[in-house]
Structure formats: C-alpha cells, structure tokens
C-alpha cells in the first residue's frame, strides 16, 4: 500500500502552534482503598464461604487495578473466595485469551489479584426480553453465589436516555460476552434508551447480583466518587440515574465550538468503546447523535497499546497514518464491529505515510481557508483535555476563556522523522499568559 507522496505538491502551510491549559473541577478520591471498603462495609453480611464473581469490563477506568485489588482484598476479609470475570461483551476479540490479555494490560491478572480469572465466553440465556429477545449472562457468573461488578458510570457514545453507559449496561452486556452483546446490539441503538433499563434490571433480578462498585471520573481522568449501589437501588435505577447527571456534568471538553481540524493523538478501547468519546469530538456515528464542536476535517495518529490492535473508531476521522494501519488487528475490530453492527467505526479513511503528512493532508482539504490562517485543536485523546494543543488562529479565543491559561508563546512546529515534536511546546509549568 502506498500512500501520497506530499513532494509532489505545493508545500501545505501550516500555523505556529501553542499549548493552553484548561481549568477544571480538581475532586477527587485521595485515598480509593479506604474509600472502596468504606463504601461497600454496609453490604458485606452473610458471605462467608461463598464463592463471588467480580465483573471487570475493557474500559480504562482510573485506578481499575487498584479499586478491583481492594473489592477483591474486601470481600476475602467477609470470608468470601472472589474471582474475576471479564465483563466486556465481545471485546478482546470475543475469546477467552484475549479477553484475559485486556485484562492483564490494566494491571489485571492472577498475579497480581490473588485470585483466578475465568474468562470462558460461555453464556446461559436467563429470560426473554420480548418474545425471540433472549437475555444472557456468562455461566461462570450464574454458577457464582454472589456477583459484583465495576462499572464506571457515564455518558454513552452512541444514544441518550436517563441510564447510559454503567451497572445496567454492564450487567446485561458486559456479563453476556459476544453472544448476549449481539443479541442486545441486534435491537438497534435507537432503541438503547428502552432496552438497556430493562435487560439490565431482568439480569439483577434473575441472577445473584449483589451490588456494583460504581465510579465516576473527573475531566482529569482521576477517580472523582465511588458509590457502591446494591441490588434494590440497581433495579429502582434512581441512584444510576443521578450519577449519571453528576458524570455529566464535570466531564471534561473541548472548549471552542468551531474550528477547522481536529487532530486526536491516540484512539484506543481503553479510552472509550467508539475509541475516542464522541461527546467530547463530536465524531458520533450514529446519524440520530449530535454534539461536540464543529470542524471540517479530523486526523487520527495512533492507536494505544492497550487495544491491541482493536483501531475501532479511525473510521470517523478524514486522515490517518501508516503507523496506525500497522498495528491495527483487523479481526479483532471487526468483530467488535460486527457485534454492535455498526461498520462505520471501522472504515479506513485516508493513509497518510507519517503524522505529519496526515496532519498537512487535512489542512489541506479544508476549503476557503488561507494559509497560516487554519484554526487547529490538538488533544492526545478524549480523557487527557487539561493540556491541549491549539494554533495560532484561535489565540485570541482561547485568551477570552476564564478557565484558560496560555502556557507558552506560539511556535512553529518541529517534526522529526515524520512525528511531531509536541514536548517542546511545553514549557517548565510557566504561565505567559492568562485568560480574562
């Protein structure tokens, strides 16, 4: 495969570059261990003895192995012998190895947890939904005495409604693998609104759910509250549905609502289950889903290491690189892909050769827009919006926000062997310059 060769063009100008620094709610849990058992102590009655599954899914939660370290360690001091259960749906490429590998790249592993990990990707259907609407939960959860699940409760990526991404979704997804996430994703997302309340609430009534250690993180990726929801609150959904408002309203975002190109450094599962969060980007694939600023043109760069090779979401961007098509482990995004039955996410858009040549491609391509002159936002990826990168046409803006400083002066950007040098537009933590 061969990508454009640029020196054949007009050289593609680009703006200086600066970092600016945005301000957000700084909350957080000082001190996870302690606050995770205090949290769970009221519901650690009669477990003596009892053999208890512990959910995981394949998001990067902040402080996952640490928080699951604790329920684990937690639930041992009631008597009980917790194991873990990958709780991601199809994720991993829908098999047990690779479901276990998601897991020991979060720090997740029978080493490290002192417990055994079962992975297998068995299911059981539990009960119908509707009539040809089977519901399902991996048998290693139903042969349980008691089942506790993390989840992280926040906006979801693909439709809006009072429940979105946390305890539900994972009960019903997570905890049905490959085969109860396709029969769910089969219903449609236009339809999530309905049937994520109702598939979750049929699993934690029909199955042996004992509560969820749920979380919520703050714009810096840190872990902002731990609240632990046992069953009853589970199934009347109220407690989900207040987290869910407070997730929402100190998520972090891009603060400038109109632009020209957006360039996202990495996408990754870890990151967010469409590989980076539409509600920051604004990059939904879902035709009924609006949000985000608005651009002309988007580059993708990378995918993380933890993903392994699961690209899922480059289809939304315009431009991405060779490096990023490498790497990329196309049965394992396809799969996720074909569970969820949207194929938009996984198509590949233009390959630029480097980072550089993807970033002046996109430039490139917006229209009735002067050299020099394009308003460019760069972010490493939709958890990490405290530093961001911006160009030079949108200073003037950024220095208008009250929650913006300005940490250097705009520079041209160095790019070496293709990759751009972003470290140097870093300075030693010194402010130059602060917003009104």
Known sequence: MESLDLSKFPKIELPRFLKIKQHFNTQKVEDIPAEVRAKMEPYLQNLAGKRIAVGVGSRGIANIALITKTVVETLKDAGAFPFII??????????????????????????????????????????????????????SALEADGIVIIPRIKPHTAFRGPIESGVLKMLCIGLGKQIGADSLHMQGFARFHEVIPKAGCMVAEKTNVLFAVSVIENAFDETYKVEVLPKVDIISMEREKDLLEEAKHIMASIPFPKFDVLVIEEIGKNISGDGQDPNVTGLFFGKHMSGGPEFKKSVIFDVTEESHGNSLGVGMADVTTRKLFDKTNFVYMYMNAFTSTEAATVKIPMVAAT?????????????????????????????????????????????????????????????????????????????ISKGR
């Open 86 to 139: 990958p709780a991601m749906g199809s994720h991993g490429g829908a098999t047990p190895e690779g479901q276990a590998k998601m897991l020991a790249g979060f720090g997740i592993s029978e080493e490290t947890m002192g417990v055994p990990i079962y992975a297998s990707m068995d299911v059981e259907p539990i009960a119908e939904l509707e009539s040809g609407f089977p519901i399902y939960v991996c048998k």
């Open 355 to 431: 980072s550089e040549d993807a970033l002046r491609m996109a430039v490139k391509m917006c229209n009735r827009v002067k050299p020099f002159e394009h308003k460019i936002v760069w972010i490493k990826n939709t958890l990490e919006l405290s530093e961001i990168i911006i160009s030079e046409p949108l200073l003037s803006e950024a220095q208008s926000l009250s929650n913006i400083e300005v940490l250097l002066d705009p520079s041209d950007l160095i790019f070496i062997n293709g990759e751009p040098q972003t470290a140097l537009l870093t300075p030693n933590n010194s402010v």
